[in-house]
T-cell receptor, first 114, second 112 residues
Framework: AQTVTQSQPEMSVQEAETVTLSCTYD???????LFWYKQPPSRQMILVIR??????QNATENRFSVNFQKAAKSFSLKISDSQLGDAAMYFC???????????FGTGTSLTVIP | NAGVTQTPKFRVLKTGQSMTLLCAQD?????MYWYRQDPGMGLRLIHY???????AKGEVPDGYNVSRLKKQNFLLGLESAAPSQTSVYFC???????????FGDGTRLSIL
């Protein structure tokens, strides 16, 4: 079974600075999708960004970008110009291109310091 | 657009009681999922469904049952609630492939 590992249970960043959240995964598949979800205190699960494994170009959504290293099975999230509203739990997730299950990491709690 | 709707949002049960959580989606998604979220453990898959009339076990299925009689609804049942089932439960739905899962707002369930 696939596993997703987030090795940083907690991270903090100064407002306006940049922070990188780490995620690694284990798979034998070549075609899959990776996601980062944000869960603020409101408990909602919000999609931040996604990456298709067959695309070499790293995905970017405004202040959020990823560093996708397929050979290393690494999928880190970079948040630039951090804002107070970025404070949340962040989950990394893996999904096979052919199967319905999604595997989540244990999450990283991000604190933004004013 | 309602998206994914979970009812109820909060519930307190006594040990041994039974209840059903309802998940409804209006996006015509084939796949639906039930997760539980516990501190430090992320989201763990309880059961899932790949279509109307089908269900499958996830990582932590014991103590739960599910049904998908209609495409838009996915029910999670606790036959005899135990304190270990105290958790936040999330329902999600999706298409296959690169489309992300859409989540409900969660149900906080406490078993005393």
């Amino acid at each position: 079974a696939q596993t997703v590992t987030q090795s940083q249970p907690e991270m903090s960043v100064q407002e306006a600075e940049t922070v990188t959240l780490s995620c690694t995964y284990d798979t034998s598949e070549s075609d899959y999708y990776l996601f980062w979800y944000k869960q603020p205190p409101s408990r909602q699960m919000i999609l931040v960004i996604r990456q298709e494994a067959y695309k070499q170009q790293n995905a970017t959504e405004n202040r959020f970008s990823v560093n996708f290293q397929k050979a290393a099975k690494s999928f880190s999230l970079k948040i630039s110009d951090s804002q107070l509203g970025d404070a949340a739990m962040y989950f990394c997730a893996y999904r096979s291109a052919w199967l319905s299950r999604v595997y989540f990491g244990t999450g990283t709690s991000l604190t933004v310091i004013p | 657009n309602a998206g994914v709707t979970q009812t109820p949002k909060f519930r307190v049960l006594k040990t041994g009681q039974s209840m059903t959580l309802l998940c409804a989606q209006d996006m015509n998604h084939e796949y639906m999922y039930w997760y539980r979220q516990d501190p430090g453990m992320g989201l763990r898959l309880i059961h899932y469904s790949v279509g109307e009339g089908t269900t499958a076990k996830g990582e932590v299925p014991d103590g739960y049952n599910v049904s998908r009689l209609k495409k838009q609804n996915f029910l999670l049942g606790l036959e005899s609630a135990a304190p270990s089932q105290t958790s936040v439960y999330f329902c999600a739905s999706s298409y296959l492939g690169k489309q992300p899962q859409h989540f409900g707002d969660g149900t906080r369930l406490s078993i005393l």
